[in-house]
């Protein structure tokens, strides 16, 4: 199995890298916590105008009808910026719940588009909107059921991460028949695991820089063994959960659960661990809140529980192999 990128997708994630490259992500996620949506916005709207927003949406509603390999790539490259807001609801998930229903007319080209940002609700895993103040549309999904919800009026509740603002839903609008409930938080997961992916690598590549800048007994603390041991166990981590970030997008659908589980677990795993070494490797300076060290790892902190618990993810891959599901990741 090869799981080398094809030249487009490759082009598509040096251009969301050169977007990104190009503005600072660091102060659009902090005007995001602060309430300014304004530079988010902007962004929002140059990812439209790429068609990135629509990267999973069917051509018929305006998207660009691409897998979950382009799906994954955009996600990792939006986990590697720090981009705040419901990235991964509104590209991956909302357009995997509506794909086959009647109110996909309605939502889909906006989100398509970039003008309209979807967020949704799983009753188990996602009980809590994200951003549910700045999105268009707002879904909730309980077992099966998916119904459109009405934008909240309470008070957020604050993730350990300042960018995120989490909604309680309370009441439940016009039901969605037909939506694929399972198949969007599957992709959901996965699309998590991808932005930790992102976000572990941005996670390592400032704690590289960072050792190469600071001096001690007259050389940088990265030509310490100690030190060099730290992110090579960073880097590991990081590449033995790619693959499997990677082959769950190409699983079977008889598989597909279990290896996007094993993803997320992997992911979570390694970006959290990522923001640990960083935080010990940057000393004192990385705990500070001023410091952009700090957007990185509260995000891989917050992720980490997102879209299921590791306990979950691993009881449900441990179920899987119990019930004879022995093949091959990707497979």
Known sequence: MRFTRTTEQQDMAEALRALF???????????????????????????GEMGLCGVAVPERFGGLGLGPVELVTCLEELGRAGLPGPCVESIAVVPALLADTAAAERWLPGIASGNAVGTATFTEHVPRALDADAADAVFQCDGERATVA????????????????????????????????????????????????????????????????????????????????????????????????????????????????????????????????????HGAIGYTAEHDLHLWSTKATALHAAWGTTTWHRRRVAAALAAGETAPVGA
């Not at 490259?21 to 990812?47: E, T, Y």
């Not at 769950?248 to 992911?267: G, N, T, V």
């Open 21 to 47: 490259d190009a503005g600072d992500g660091a102060a659009i996620a902090r005007s995001w916590a602060a309430g300014d949506a304004a530079p988010w916005r902007r962004v929002w709207a140059q990812l």
């Open 150 to 281: 009405e934008r909240p009026d309470a008070v957020a509740q604050h993730s350990i991460d300042p960018a995120r603002r989490l909604w309680t839903i309370e009441s439940a609008g016009e039901p969605v028949p037909g939506a694929q409930v399972a198949e969007a938080f599957d992709l959901g997961a996965l699309g998590c695991a991808a932005q930790l992916l992102g976000i572990g690598q941005r996670l390592l590549d400032m704690s590289t820089r960072y050792v190469q800048e600071r001096h001690q007994f007259g050389r940088p603390v990265g030509r310490f063994q100690a030190v060099k041991h730290h992110l090579a166990n960073v880097a590991v981590r990081l590449e033995f959960a790619r693959p499997l970030v990677h082959g769950a997008c190409l699983a079977e659908p008889r598989h597909r659960s279990r290896d996007i589980s094993a993803a997320k677990i992997a992911a979570s795993d390694a970006a959290y661990f990522a923001g640990r070494i960083a935080l010990q490797v």
